[in-house]
């Protein structure tokens, strides 16, 4: 069946990674990714992360989901900020996303604890086969902006995150560049 959706266009502000008009805008503050850090002790609970700024499209497999993810700068402790992380619900669905702006990487890791770590930056396309849960980490002193689209019934596991983790962070070493290590915490 198909949908009676009717064509439409938005505007994307390429810096700012704002989506206008009717879009869904989500923040997700510290308090909102409590246990997600190594430590978030210390940190103030109301500060935005991240901001979502989604197409409102029904999420059904025949539509196509597409949003903005932008990142603030800055750290919580000495992990960057970053999304929260997920797999989707239905494992098989992949997800692609084109740079924006700022610096960032792209963590992916597997149920069995593979994992590969991507630039994100202006320009950048990065695509995230099915059965890869990935996480954004911004590593730069702007926000980092990025768009994304995937199959619209793919749906978000955050559970299984939050549950074992991924299998590296992001911190900031001793001589204030960014560090990919493994996290002590992960639980396949």
């Not at 604890?113 to 954004?136: C, D, F, N, Q, T």
């Not at 768009?147 to 619209?152: D, L, R, T």
Request: aromatic share 8%; charged share 25%.
């Amino acid at each position: 069946m198909i949908p009676n959706m009717e064509p439409f266009t938005r505007s994307v502000d390429l810096l700012s990674g704002a989506i206008a008009a009717d879009a869904v805008v989500e923040d997700r503050r510290v308090a909102d990714l409590h246990g997600y850090y190594l430590d978030d002790s210390g940190a103030e609970p109301d500060r935005i992360i991240y901001r979502l700024y989604a197409v409102p499209v029904p999420e059904a497999n025949s539509e196509l989901q597409c949003s903005t993810t932008v990142i603030e700068p800055g750290r919580i402790g000495r992990e960057y900020h970053m999304t929260k992380g997920h797999f989707h619900a239905h494992r098989d669905r992949s997800e692609v996303y084109l740079g924006l702006a700022g610096d960032g990487l792209l963590i992916l890791a597997t149920e069995d604890g593979r994992h590969r770590v991507e630039p994100i930056r202006k320009g950048s396309l990065s695509y995230v086969p099915g059965g890869w849960a990935h996480r954004s980490v911004n590593i730069g002193d702007e926000p980092l902006a990025f768009f994304a689209v995937y199959v619209g019934d793919a749906g978000h596991d955050y559970a299984t995150v939050a549950e074992h983790g991924f299998p590296v962070r992001v911190i900031q070493g001793d001589d204030g560049v960014p560090l990919v290590m493994e996290h002590p915490g992960h639980r396949r």
